[in-house]
Nanobody, 125 residues
Framework: QVQLVESGGGLVQAGGSLRLSCAAS????????MAWFRQAPGKEREFVAA????????YYADSVKGRFTISRDNARNTVYLQMNSLKPEDTAVYYC??????????????????WGQGTQVTVSS
């Protein structure tokens, strides 16, 4: 398994930007797909973005496409989520996840076996 620690959350005004980081430890980071999920109060955890082990393939939820960018640096064992043009509806706890999701399950939370503790992102209107 991979141990994950998120950072970079905070309070930002609508239209602003934040960059989340997820530092990983463990031998399997460079061979793991990585993803970001989020959970708003009273809502289920939802998929935000994912990236394959090489960084060559990325996936985004429709709600963030064009505004968020996921990337990874395997030399630093870190995955990032650059969030631009933030909206109040982006307010949530953001979680980093690692795993090797079977084909067709990239956006499904149960397909990932390692999770961080989460970082709060609050967007004010």
């Amino acid at each position: 398994q991979v141990q994950l620690v998120e950072s970079g959350g905070g309070l930002v005004q609508a239209g602003g930007s934040l960059r989340l980081s997820c530092a990983a430890s463990g031998r399997t980071f460079s061979s793991s797909a990585m993803a970001w999920f989020r959970q708003a109060p009273g809502k289920e955890r939802e998929f935000v973005a994912a990236i394959d082990w090489s960084g060559g393939l990325t996936y985004y939820a429709d709600s963030v496409k064009g505004r968020f960018t996921i990337s990874r640096d395997n030399a630093r064992n870190t995955v990032y989520l650059q969030m631009n043009s933030l909206k109040p509806e982006d307010t949530a706890v953001y979680y980093c996840a690692a795993g090797n999701p079977p084909r067709g399950t990239t956006i499904v939370s149960w397909a990932y076996d390692s999770w961080g503790q989460g970082t709060q992102v609050t967007v004010s209107s």
